[in-house]
């Protein structure tokens, strides 16, 4: 999936444990592990949100598109 979640290393720069931003969004570790790790398919805006306030940070932090071989993106198509 060319959508890359940064979630490991805004808690790094932010010195953050995943367990204390569990507790201050009020998402469980186990979602959150799995929004860390990519293995996400969705994410609700409300969870973003929470994201972002706690961790001081925009979407764009924590979210990146990169283009790549599974991202279906033809560059001969217009």
Do not use: W
């Amino acid at each position: 999936m060319p959508v890359r979640v940064n979630l490991d290393r805004v808690l790094l720069e932010r010195r953050m444990s995943l367990t204390e931003l569990s507790d201050r969004v009020g998402v469980t570790i186990a979602n959150l592990s799995i929004l860390k790790t990519g293995k996400a398919r969705a994410v609700r805006f409300s969870t973003l949100d929470a994201l972002c306030r706690e961790l001081e940070c925009q979407p764009g932090d924590l979210l990146t598109f990169e283009y790549g071989p599974a991202d279906g993106h033809d560059e001969d198509e217009a």
